[in-house]
Nanobody
Framework: QVQLVESGGGLVQAGGSLRLSCAAS?????MGWFRRAPGKEREFVAA????????YYADSVKGRFIISRDNAKNTVYLQMNSLKPEDTAVYYC??????????WGQGTQVTVSS
């Protein structure tokens, strides 16, 4: 397992942008972002994995969010553009192997006002 520290959440108006960062204490095969909105279950947002840095997105954020990874810093970023009120949630960083995610961050709040 690794330790994960997230940053970059906050309050933004609809249509605005935010960038989340997640620094890991070590290198992992896969890193991703999940979110949990009030009254809803946690859902997958985006992930980056493997040496080639393959990326994956939920349909709800495709075309608006961009995930990237700095391997030298063991850090993953989530650039969120064209934010909508329905993007409001606690966002969690996760790290894992080919078998799945094994480490989770503490979460960072993102609030999008209409």
């Amino acid at each position: 397992q690794v330790q994960l520290v997230e940053s970059g959440g906050g309050l933004v108006q609809a249509g605005g942008s935010l960038r989340l960062s997640c620094a890991a204490s070590g290198r992992t095969f896969r890193m991703g972002w999940f979110r949990r909105a009030p009254g809803k279950e946690r859902e997958f947002v985006a992930a980056v994995s493997g040496s080639a840095g393959s990326t994956y997105y939920a349909d709800s954020v495709k075309g608006r969010f961009i995930i990237s990874r700095d391997n030298a810093k063991n850090t993953v970023y989530l650039q969120m553009n064209s934010l909508k009120p329905e993007d409001t949630a606690v966002y969690y960083c996760a790290a894992g192997s080919t078998a799945g995610y094994h480490s989770w961050g503490q979460g960072t709040q993102v609030t999008v006002s209409s």
